[in-house]
């Protein structure tokens, strides 16, 4: 089956039952995104369908409709680290690491639904386990990517307004 995986359209040769995760990992050699408990519980195999959020570990292939982004196909303006990845990496966020590309993804879905969270939003939306507890290392770094975000809107608003 064809699936687009970060932009790139992929000829999957699984069978449509397969958990995506399974997919992305061992057919598509993309490795970013781990395995954890396999039941929907941790978040580990956090993915973004269409932009929302979806735990690969569970979600058949064949359920799959429209574009698959991972770890591995987020990018900011100019093929940067994207501004959760660059707040995560200031923040020092990762301990063991397993958990956070998942954590990461659940981010992006989250400041792309809610801009500018409250600590209550984050609470409630990233639901993600991580057993090294970096919880409060992860609400830091996603005001500060909301901050950082919110800020290239605003001078990107400002050029389009002096260039138009
Ligand atoms: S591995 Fe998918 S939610 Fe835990
Ligand atoms: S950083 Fe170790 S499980 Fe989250």
């Known amino acids: 089956m064809k699936l687009t995986?970060?932009?790139?359209?992929?000829?999957i040769d699984a069978p449509g039952e397969m958990p995506l995760l399974?997919?992305?990992?061992?057919?598509?050699?993309?490795?970013?995104?781990k395995f954890g408990c396999g039941i929907a519980s941790c978040g580990a195999c956090t993915v973004l369908v269409n932009g929302v959020p979806r735990r690969s570990c569970v979600a058949p292939l064949d359920s799959i409709e429209g574009e698959v982004?991972?770890?591995?196909?987020?990018?900011?303006?100019?093929?940067?680290?994207?501004p959760v990845q660059k707040a995560w990496a200031e923040g020092n966020v990762a301990q063991c690491?397993?958990?956070?590309?998942?954590?990461?993804?659940?981010?992006?879905?989250?400041?792309?639904?809610?801009?500018?969270?409250?600590?209550?939003d984050i609470d409630i939306n990233m639901n993600n386990l991580c057993r090294c507890g970096?919880?409060?290392?992860?609400?830091?770094a996603i005001r500060q990517a909301s901050a950082e975000m919110k800020s290239s809107t605003s001078s990107a608003a400002k050029t389009d307004k002096v260039e138009g």
């Open 97 to 120: 690491g397993y958990c956070q590309s998942g954590q990461i993804i659940s981010a992006v879905a989250l400041l792309s639904e809610i801009p500018e969270p409250t600590d209550e």
């Open 69 to 82: 982004t991972t770890i591995e196909g987020l990018v900011g303006a100019d093929g940067e680290l994207h």
């Open 5 to 11: 995986i970060n932009g790139e359209e992929r000829e």
């Open 134 to 140: 970096t919880y409060p290392q992860i609400r830091t």
């Open 22 to 33: 399974w997919a992305l990992r061992d057919v598509a050699g993309l490795k970013g995104t």
